[in-house]
């Protein structure tokens, strides 16, 4: 099939499901992944269009898609700062969001000082690795509590040069941080069980329910353990930055300002919505 017949056919199949322009996203994707050919390519050589391409690796992606398989575990890997992170479903795909979480802290952490540096709930290990990168000289530990997901994490830690500890830690069930940190950062389960039916199905069918989802009973489960983890853990003056959920910004400031935090800011992300939370602890 020539690659205006391909393009039309994920088009077609996929039309219930995506918006177009995440359709032709998938195509050029799935082009530039399997052959190294990108959109630019197809202007500058106009032959490529009209020459056959093997189409089983299209099919079989069509057929991942049409599961609701998000690309980024299609393909393997998902772009988060500038880099390519491997990903599989024991991990969370990294979202914009959290690149916005990691350079506010870059922003905002001196640099010139030693730092001690802990992520809480790592996942693939996209917050730890780009601190390690950005502050070399930082000593930077990451925990999850999913052991397959560890093994993720150090494996784009390796092929990408970075230099971050991982421990298996259920966070939930300590009473105490074993050192003692400068900054804490965590992205932590935060979508509330009643907002399943908010997701789209490529999340609900596919992403780790362990690294999504809390109890309405009480959301900030993991914000409340962390941040009186935090109080014995962190330095004095020390950091904790959170992601969070957007409907809950007030509870969690709350939340902070009673376990004593002061200096409690929230910001917003690109699209306006209160995504991010910074404490201090005094």
Not at 26 to 37: A, C, D, R, V
Not at 55 to 70: G, M, T, V
Not at 132 to 151: C, F, G, M, N, T
Not at 229 to 256: Q, R
Request: proline share 5%; net charge negative.
């Amino acid at each position: 099939m020539t690659l205006p017949e391909i393009k039309n056919l994920f088009l077609q199949k996929l039309d219930t499901l995506y918006p177009e322009t995440e359709i032709l996203s998938f195509f050029y994707l799935l082009l530039e992944h399997h052959f190294s050919t990108k959109k630019i390519d197809l202007a500058l050589e106009p032959e490529l269009m009209r020459k056959e391409w093997p189409e089983k690796r299209f099919s079989e992606a069509l057929d991942q898609l049409l599961e609701e398989r998000p690309i980024q575990y299609v393909v393997g890997h998902a772009e988060f700062a500038g880099l390519k992170f491997k990903v599989n479903e024991n991990v969370l795909i990294p979202r914009p969001e959290t690149e916005e979480l990691v350079e506010w802290m870059l922003e905002t952490i001196d640099r010139s000082q030693p730092l001690r540096i802990l992520d809480i709930g790592t996942g693939s290990g996209c917050i730890p690795i780009i601190l390690s990168l950005q502050i070399p000289s930082a000593e930077i530990h990451a925990v999850d509590i999913s052991e397959k997901a560890l093994e993720l994490a150090r494996e784009n830690a390796q092929r990408l040069g970075a230099e971050v500890r991982f421990f298996n830690l259920d966070i939930l069930t300590v009473e105490s941080l074993a050192e003692n940190y400068d900054v804490i950062v965590s992205n932590p389960p935060y979508v509330r069980l009643s907002e399943k039916n908010e997701m789209r199905g490529n999340v609900l069918k596919h992403e780790p329910d362990l690294a999504l989802y809390v109890h309405d009973e009480d959301p900030l489960l993991f914000y409340k353990k962390i941040a009186a983890l935090g109080k014995g853990a962190l330095t004095e003056n020390g950091m904790l930055f959170f992601e969070i959920n957007e409907n809950l910004a007030e509870p969690t400031s709350e939340a902070l300002s009673n376990l004593s935090y002061q200096s409690i800011e929230v910001r917003k992300d690109i699209y306006g919505k209160n995504r991010m939370i910074r404490a201090i602890k005094k």
